[in-house]
């Protein structure tokens, strides 16, 4: 057990990481616009908001300054339709916010950065000065969360549940998270001996070492706030049928 606990620590503190990609194959990465508005909210409002598609609700949660003029508000960029999901009626392309005289655009990558910053030109003109852009790699992200949660041991039960990756780039993540164990089944494991999982199931041994390396995961979510972020434990014992 002493030698399965020194394989443990050494697979755990050199983890492979997975590589995460839209579905267009494009890298994800987290990209901040911001803008100086030389219009009123409400003349920003309706050059940008075609891009919401369904306008339906779009001004339910708008605020207002005293006079009844808008003052803030937030959208989504959507696209009809899903080249992946076909029974999506529309994707998220990213979020935009008017506030005062500031505009934000959020996406998840640069190829939607250049395309949003286009599109605000086009619609807006002198009317939207690009002021800066701010770039986070997804890597950067799961680093700042992990970051985050290694200064507690204790979990937080107020925000456990409390997603840490923005609604736009969930299901990319949560494929390639899917995408990633799934390799991880026929990798071979330093902590397996250089087996993969499925191989060590097969033995004695290596199904303690697997417990053991399972007991760790389960331990290591009970830190991870983001349920996207967990490994799934059962489906895994499941698989290889411990």
């Given at each position: 057990?002493?030698?399965?606990?020194?394989?443990?620590?050494?697979?755990?503190?050199?983890?492979?990481?997975?590589?995460?990609?839209?579905?267009?194959?494009?890298?994800?990465?987290?990209?901040?616009?911001?803008?100086?508005?030389?219009?009123?909210?409400?003349?920003?409002?309706?050059?940008?908001r075609s891009l919401a598609i369904n306008?339906?609700?779009?001004?339910?949660?708008?605020?207002?300054?005293?006079?009844?003029?808008?003052?803030?508000?937030?959208?989504?960029?959507?696209?009809?339709?899903?080249?992946?999901?076909k029974s999506w009626d529309n994707t998220?392309?990213?979020?935009?916010?008017?506030?005062?005289?500031?505009?934000?655009?959020?996406?998840?990558?640069?190829?939607?950065?250049?395309?949003?910053?286009?599109?605000?030109?086009?619609?807006?003109?002198?009317?939207?000065?690009?002021?800066?852009?701010?770039?986070?790699?997804?890597?950067?992200?799961?680093?700042?969360?992990?970051?985050?949660?290694?200064?507690?041991?204790?979990?937080?039960?107020?925000?456990?549940d409390e997603p840490a990756i923005p609604?736009?780039?969930?299901?990319?993540?949560?494929?390639?998270?899917?995408?990633?164990?799934?390799?991880?089944?026929?990798?071979?494991?330093?902590?397996?001996?250089?087996?993969?999982?499925?191989?060590?199931?097969?033995?004695?041994?290596?199904?303690?070492?697997?417990?053991?390396?399972?007991?760790?995961?389960?331990?290591?979510?009970?830190?991870?706030?983001?349920?996207?972020?967990?490994?799934?434990?059962?489906?895994?014992?499941?698989?290889?049928?411990?």
């Amino acid at each position: 057990m002493r030698e399965i606990y020194f394989e443990l620590v050494d697979y755990l503190s050199h983890p492979t990481q997975p590589q995460f990609r839209k579905i267009d194959g494009e890298q994800v990465s987290f990209v901040r616009l911001y803008f100086e508005l030389r219009c009123v909210p409400q003349n920003a409002f309706d050059a940008l908001r075609s891009l919401a598609i369904n306008q339906e609700g779009i001004l339910d949660g708008a605020v207002r300054d005293e006079n009844g003029e808008l003052f803030e508000v937030t959208f989504s960029w959507l696209q009809k339709g899903n080249k992946k999901h076909k029974s999506w009626d529309n994707t998220i392309l990213g979020h935009l916010e008017i506030k005062g005289t500031s505009l934000t655009a959020e996406v998840n990558s640069k190829k939607r950065a250049d395309k949003i910053q286009a599109e605000i030109k086009k619609r807006l003109g002198e009317n939207a000065v690009f002021k800066r852009a701010l770039h986070e790699s997804l890597d950067a992200k799961l680093n700042e969360i992990e970051a985050q949660t290694d200064q507690s041991d204790e979990p937080s039960s107020n925000k456990q549940d409390e997603p840490a990756i923005p609604p736009e780039a969930q299901a990319a993540v949560q494929m390639h998270i899917k995408k990633h164990w799934e390799e991880w089944y026929h990798q071979p494991v330093p902590a397996l001996r250089n087996k993969t999982p499925l191989q060590a199931a097969k033995t004695k041994a290596g199904r303690e070492r697997l417990e053991a390396l399972l007991l760790d995961f389960e331990r290591r979510n009970e830190k991870i706030p983001d349920p996207l972020l967990r490994v799934d434990i059962d489906e895994m014992r499941k698989r290889l049928a411990l």
